[in-house]
């Protein structure tokens, strides 16, 4: 469940902007050798969950299936915002491609060179691998705007007042 502070977050229109038109994105998990693992990853947001799909063989679907508590960074044009989401991913398995793979390869992509990728995908996946993660915490930071971590906006502060 997004906590009250995730809702705020998640709605801010910078939120919603990196949520609905980012392309890549950082997904953290816990290794199968116990180690923080972090690789970035398509996704898209259908409005109450980050979506990545992948293989059903990628290390990340059998070390997620162990331990679903993860992490995603999406991240604007120049790293100046950012959001940061922690919540719970769960998995399931679809027939051929799914639909969030291709929806989210449309945000890089038009026209022939779309097509084209959805033929040669097609062509690969038997099987896909889709990965719900769902928010239970989030943080929005714009530093242009002045939306910082708190520790910063503390020493930012601070420093003004010296």
């Not at 994105?25 to 693992?37: H, Q």
Request: include cysteine; charged fraction near 20%.
């Amino acid at each position: 469940m997004v906590n009250d502070v995730g809702v705020t977050e998640l709605s801010e229109s910078g939120a919603q902007l990196l949520l609905n038109e980012g392309v890549l994105a950082r997904l953290a998990y816990v290794g199968s050798d116990g180690c923080p693992t972090v690789v970035p990853v398509g996704f898209l947001w259908n409005g109450s969950a980050a979506v990545v799909c992948t293989a059903t063989t990628a290390p990340k679907v059998n070390a997620i299936r162990r331990s679903p508590r993860v992490g995603l960074e999406i991240e604007g044009e120049h790293a100046a915002q950012v959001l940061l989401i922690k919540g719970t991913a769960a998995i399931d398995i679809v027939d051929g491609v799914a639909d969030e793979y291709l929806a989210a390869s449309r945000k890089s992509m038009s026209g022939d060179d779309a097509d084209q990728f959805e033929t040669q995908v097609r062509a690969v996946y038997e099987q896909m691998a889709r990965i719900a993660i769902t928010p239970e915490w989030a943080r929005f930071y714009d530093f242009p705007a002045n939306r910082l971590p708190p520790f910063l906006a503390r020493l930012v502060e601070q420093a003004a007042e010296r």
